[in-house]
């Protein structure tokens, strides 16, 4: 018998905590398992030696754990080296930890490679999986991350929202939303659609370039075809297919531990593209909100398609481990509609760490202003089932 870890990483989501929840049960359907460890606040807490016991936590609390959004045992942003995960190696040395499941993106993923290669290098028989998580939807390999399902239905009941909001009181609409290099999140947005004229009328992602020109162009048509319009935009869209808008506005904003500028935190995208229609278009009435944090820890709003999969997620990485030496678990679709399906395998952490997947060509219209109907059948059954909604404006006007 050994001990294991349990941790989770990076940005919250509403169903990071199914997965936490599915390692744990599985961890304590087997004898090779002795103490099961939660690390706090993630590598951060582990290199302090900060465990929780997580086999004393009863079935009642681990299922309203598993449902409650944000990261149960708390989360991280260091991005370890190999100095930082010698010491996590040597607290796992100390306390026989045989076992480490850790919960998160790419760079989690990495994490795992490099303490999985150095526990080799030592001698020291350890099995480091990954569980995977992202809102972005950006992991390689796999076809879809747990928690991008759960933060897209956010995104979509938003934008229903708000473009009936926009019938209401008809002017321009501009919502950024998360995405600093893959557009998967910000494209969800295109669920919001029930009616052929409904917002969000025009949508951008960071894989096209999104000069202003273009940008003014695009609503001033829609505006003068809808008499108004609805869109979505990425945090991470570019000018030039290089630098982002945000960094444009921003060359000495704040960065994070991985070097990058902080998007999600600020308005300034918003305020900006909205003065700019504002400035060049003449229209009076233009609104502007960041999304922010909100999309990754909204409570009460699960996709539950979602949490089923992240929740086996965590249960998998158990299973797996008592068999292979390392691993991410990934997931392939079986179908579509009404037929979708997955299934899960094992893929090595070197095919995951650090890499990162854009939304693909097929799911981008031409114009590069909006999702395919392709994207529309790749999303639908990770966000589930959504409101219907209807409008009476549209009713003729009696005398």
């Known amino acids: 018998m050994a001990n294991a870890v349990v941790s989770q990483s990076g940005g919250p989501t509403g169903v990071i905590n199914a997965s936490l929840v599915g390692v744990i049960e599985e961890a304590c359907k087997h004898s090779e398992i002795d103490n099961l460890y939660g690390g706090v606040h993630a590598v951060a807490g582990i290199v302090k030696e900060q465990f929780v016991d997580l086999k004393k936590i009863s079935l009642e609390t681990l299922e309203l754990v598993a449902g409650s959004p944000s990261s149960a045992l708390g989360s991280s942003r260091d991005k370890p080296d190999e100095e930082y995960c010698g010491r996590i190696l040597e607290v796992f040395k100390k306390r026989d930890i045989r076992y480490f499941y ?229 997931m392939k679709r079986t179908g579509s509609g009404a037929d979708y399906g997955v299934e899960y395998f094992r893929t090595d952490l070197c095919n995951v760490a650090e890499h990162t997947k854009s939304v693909p060509d097929e799911y981008i219209n031409a114009d590069g202003n909006g999702m395919t109907d392709a994207f529309i059948e790749y999303a639908a059954p990770l966000v589930g089932k959504l409101p219907r909604t209807e409008y009476l404006g549209t009713l003729p006007i009696v005398g």
């Open 102 to 330: 850790y919960i998160g993106g790419n760079d989690s993923a990495n994490t795992c490679y490099i303490i999985n290669t150095m526990a080799e290098k030592s001698g020291y028989d350890l099995k480091a999986f990954h569980v995977p998580k992202t809102v972005d939807n950006d992991l390689l390999v796999t076809d879809h991350c747990p928690g991008f399902g759960t933060a897209g239905k956010f995104v979509a009941c938003a934008l229903m929202g708000d473009d009936l909001d926009n019938r209401a009181l008809p002017g321009v609409k501009i919502d950024v939303i998360m995405g600093r290099h893959a557009g998967f999140l910000t494209g969800a947005a295109a669920l919001a659609k029930q009616r052929e004229d409904d917002g969000p009328h025009l949508i951008y992602i960071p894989e096209r370039a999104v000069p202003m020109d273009k940008f003014l162009g695009d609503i001033d048509a829609m505006y003068k075809k809808h008499g108004r319009c609805v869109v979505a935009v990425s945090e991470g869209i570019c000018a030039d297919g290089h630098t982002t808008w945000a960094e444009k506005l921003a060359e000495n904003a704040e960065r994070d531990a991985h070097g990058n500028v902080q998007l999600s935190g600020t308005g300034a995208l918003a305020d900006f593209l909205s003065s700019q229609v504002k400035s060049e278009l003449k229209i009076k009435r233009v609104r502007a909100d960041t999304f922010g944090y909100l999309q990754r820890s909204f409570a009460g709003l699960q996709s539950e398609t979602d949490v089923a999969e992240a929740r086996q997620c965590g249960r998998l990485a158990v299973q797996y481990s008592m068999k292979e030496d390392n691993g991410s678990v990934a």
